[in-house]
């Protein structure tokens, strides 16, 4: 299947310093892809450079194989985009900006904007400034969901709603792809939300993919091994994509991100002893892949 956003070489420069670094990924249609990174990966960069708010220094970023940042009307128009901090007219009532934003799009869902606005407790006639900021966020959250766009691009989506309003917004964002088969793309630092919606996973380090794939296969991929062997391991005890390790002894806790490289039994032979493979939480993965 075609790849529906994509990037290839991504480089973005802010004065000196280097934000995106070679950045190459590909996104099918109806994929539900989170991207995960500490504060200062990228993330926010990436995504504002996808959609053309900012200038790329480098390299090619495509949605509908419309190059970032010339993208046509009619792409335009198929990409809902949340920011990760209110981007709304502050004045306005919230009926109002729903009326302004609408007469923008040729295709507008009423009833999906009421139902969201009642499920969300929003009222319709309050002004936008009076809201809280989980609030703006959710009003924002349908505001691009209105137009019922082909592309969901959310940068930080839930990091001002309670726990009650993720699960709900995220309900709408699985409910939104397997009904209509949305490509969503989206940032987070919320590991487990991210586990309850996103199949696939982009992490960024350093400006840098580190991984894209499937969640399942990254957590098949890293791995602890508890080791504990017979005598005392050697100190220059390194195993193919090891990450971290402690040792004391005859004891080892290593962790590696290339599992499926390693031959457990030939390694327990060689150091003559016994190893336990103990699977790590998406959580652990990042803090270890950051470590």
Known sequence: ??????????????????????????????SVVG?????????????????????????????????SPNLSAQTKHKIGFVAQESELLSWMKVKQ????????????????????????????NKVIQKLSVGQQQKLSIILALAHKPEILILDEPVASLD?????????????????????????????????????????????????QGD????????????????????????????????KSGNVAQIVTEELKGIDINDLKQKLNADISIEKLSLEDIFVELHS
């Open 1 to 30: 299947m075609e790849s529906i956003i994509s990037a290839k070489n991504l480089r973005k420069t802010f004065k000196d310093q280097r934000v995106l670094s070679d950045v190459t990924f590909n996104i099918k249609k109806g």
């Open 35 to 67: 991207i995960l990174g500490s504060n200062g990966a990228g993330k926010t960069t990436l995504l504002r450079t996808l959609v053309g708010f900012y200038n790329r220094d480098g390299g090619e970023a495509k949605i509908f194989n419309d190059s």
């Open 97 to 124: 900006i729903i009326k302004y934003t609408k007469s923008f799009y040729n295709v507008w869902d009423d009833a999906l904007v009421s139902n969201l606005l009642k499920e969300w407790d929003i009222d319709s």
């Open 163 to 211: 726990p009650l309003s993720r699960r709900k917004f995220i309900k709408t964002l699985i409910d939104k792809n397997l009904d209509e088969e949305t490509t969503i793309l989206f940032s987070t630092h919320i590991t487990s939300d991210l586990e309850r919606v996103a199949a696939e996973l982009l992490i960024l380090k350093d400006g840098s993919v580190k991984f």
């Open 215 to 246: 969640v399942d296969e990254l957590k098949e991929t890293v791995a602890k091994l508890n080791i504990r062997a017979s005598g005392s391991l050697p100190d220059d005890l390194m195993l193919p994509g090891q990450i971290s390790m402690s």
